[in-house]
C-alpha cells in the first residue's frame, strides 16, 4: 500500500478513537442519570467536559506540531487521552468524572491540531479535499461507534464498561500512529508561500473560523439530544435508538466524502460550503417544528440532520489549511477547533436548560440561525495567491 494512503487509514483511526470519546459521551446519559442520578442538565454538563478540555490545548497542539511534527503529537495526546479515561473508571464523585473528562478531551485536541498537517503534506490539492473528507470521516463515524457500543455496553456492564472501551481504542492508535505514521518532508525555507508571515492579515480565515463555529451549533443540537429525544419524546429503547443513530452517523460519514470529491470537482471548499449551510438550516427548521408539533416526521428529519449537519466540517478544514500553507497550518487549524469546540461546549448545557419534559423542540428551534447566518459568513472565494506544495493548491475558481 502506498505510505501516504497507510498515514490517512491511521489518522482516520485516530480520529474515530478520539471523536467516540469527545462526541459520543451523550450516548452514555441514560447511564449517567441511572448511575449518577443526574438531571438532564448536569448530564448534559459532565458530556461536555471533553469539549471543555480541547479547549484549553487545541492552539498549543498546533504550535507544537508545526514546530515538531505531527507524529509525536498524535502519540503523546492520544496516549494522555487514554490514560485519562483509564482513570475516570477509579473515581466516584462527579466532579473528579468531569475532570478526567475534561483531560482525556485536552490530550485528544492533538488528532485535530496534527492530522490535518498530514493531509497537507502528503496529498496534492487535486485530491486533498477527498483526503480530509476520509480524515473527516473519524467524527461521524466515531459517534456512530459510540452509538452503537455504549447503549449496550451501559446496560450490561455499566458506565465503566463504555469507558474501557473508549479509553483502549485512544491507546491503540496512539501505538499505531507511534510505528507507521511518518511525517512529510518540511518546507525549505522560503518555499512557504507565507515566509513566516501570519494569514490573517487578512479577514478570510476568520470568516471562515466563525462560519465553521456557527454550523456547530446545529451539528451538537442534533447529536447531544438525538438519543434522548428519541427515548423520552418518541418512546424508543436506547439500544434501538443507538443502533438506528449509528447508520445515520455512518450516513454522515459518507456524505462527507461525496463532499469532499464535490468540492474536488468544482475547485473550491466554500461554495459547496455556503450551500450546505442553508440546507442544515432548512432541515433542522423541519425538525423543530416536527418536534414541537409533535409529528412523527420529526424523527425522519432528525436522522436526515445527523447527516447534513457533519458535512461541511472536511470542507472548512481544508480551506483553512490550503489557505494558511504548510508552516501556519497547525495553528489556523488549532484556531479553527477553538472556535468550534467553544460552541460544542456550550451547546449541549444551554439547549439543555431549554428543554422542558420531552418539549426538545425549543432546543431544536434555536439553532436554527446558526446556519444562516453562517452562510452569509462564507467568504465567496478565497483568491488564487496561496499555493501549498503544488501550484493548483488554494485555487478556488467558484
Known amino acids: 500500500m502506498n505510505r501516504r494512503w497507510l498515514i490517512l487509514i491511521v ?7 478520539g471523536c467516540a470519546y469527545q462526541y459520543g459521551l451523550p450516548y452514555l446519559i441514560p447511564a449517567l442519570r441511572a448511575d449518577r442520578g443526574l438531571s438532564l442538565r448536569d448530564a448534559a454538563t459532565l458530556i461536555s467536559c471533553p469539549v471543555a478540555g480541547l479547549l484549553i490545548a487545541l492552539a498549543l497542539w498546533g504550535i507544537a506540531a508545526d514546530r515538531w511534527g505531527e507524529r509525536i503529537i498524535l502519540s503523546i495526546g492520544l496516549t494522555i487521552a487514554g490514560l485519562a479515561l483509564l482513570a475516570a473508571t477509579t473515581v466516584a464523585s462527579t466532579p473528579a468524572l468531569g475532570a478526567c473528562f475534561f483531560v482525556a478531551g485536552a490530550g485528544g485536541a492533538s488528532i485535530h491540531a496534527a492530522s490535518g498537517r498530514l493531509i497537507l503534506g502528503w496529498f496534492a490539492a487535486h485530491e486533498r479535499g477527498l483526503a480530509m473528507g ?13 452509538a452503537l457500543t455504549l447503549p449496550p455496553l451501559a446496560a ?3 458506565l465503566h464498561g463504555g469507558l474501557y472501551l473508549l479509553a483502549g481504542c485512544c491507546l491503540a492508535a496512539a501505538l499505531l500512529v507511534g510505528v507507521l505514521v511518518r511525517d512529510p518532508e518540511r518546507p525549505e ?17 476568520w470568516r471562515i473560523h466563525a462560519a465553521s463555529a456557527l454550523l456547530v451549533v446545529p451539528q451538537f443540537a442534533v447529536s447531544a439530544f438525538a438519543l434522548v429525544y428519541l427515548v423520552d419524546a418518541r418512546g424508543w429503547d436506547a439500544a434501538t435508538a443507538g443502533r438506528v443513530l449509528a447508520v445515520a452517523q455512518v450516513g454522515g460519514a459518507v456524505a462527507r466524502l461525496v463532499v469532499g470529491h464535490w468540492s474536488d470537482r468544482v475547485g473550491s471548499r466554500v461554495r459547496p460550503m455556503r450551500t450546505l449551510a442553508v440546507a442544515i438550516g432548512v432541515i433542522v427548521l423541519v425538525l ?3 418536534a414541537l408539533s409533535g409529528s412523527a416526521a420529526a424523527t425522519a428529519a432528525l436522522l436526515a440532520a445527523a447527516v447534513l449537519t457533519v458535512t461541511t466540517n472536511g470542507l472548512a478544514f481544508t480551506a483553512v489549511a490550503e489557505y ?6 497547525g495553528r ?7 472556535g468550534q469546540n467553544l460552541l460544542a461546549a456550550a451547546t449541549p448545557p444551554v439547549l439543555g436548560t431549554l428543554v422542558s419534559g420531552t418539549a426538545y423542540g425549543t432546543a431544536f428551534a434555536t439553532a436554527v440561525a446558526f446556519p444562516l ?3 452569509l459568513l462564507v467568504p465567496g472565494r478565497l483568491g488564487t495567491g496561496r499555493p501549498v506544495a503544488a501550484p493548483e493548491a488554494g485555487l478556488d475558481r467558484s
Do not use: C, K
Open 156 to 158: 450490561h456492564a455499566g
Open 134 to 146: 476520509v480524515r473527516q470521516t473519524g467524527q461521524p463515524l466515531g459517534v456512530g461507534l459510540a
Open 332 to 338: 489556523a487549524l488549532g484556531i479553527q477547533n477553538t
Open 189 to 205: 525555507a522560503g518555499d512557504d508561500e507565507h515566509r513566516g508571515r501570519s494569514p490573517y492579515r487578512t479577514p478570510v480565515l
Open 324 to 329: 494558511a500553507g504548510r508552516s501556519w497550518a
Open 373 to 375: 447566518v453562517a452562510a
Open 11 to 17: 489518522g482516520l483511526f485516530a480520529m474515530i478513537a
Open 288 to 290: 423543530a417544528v416536527g
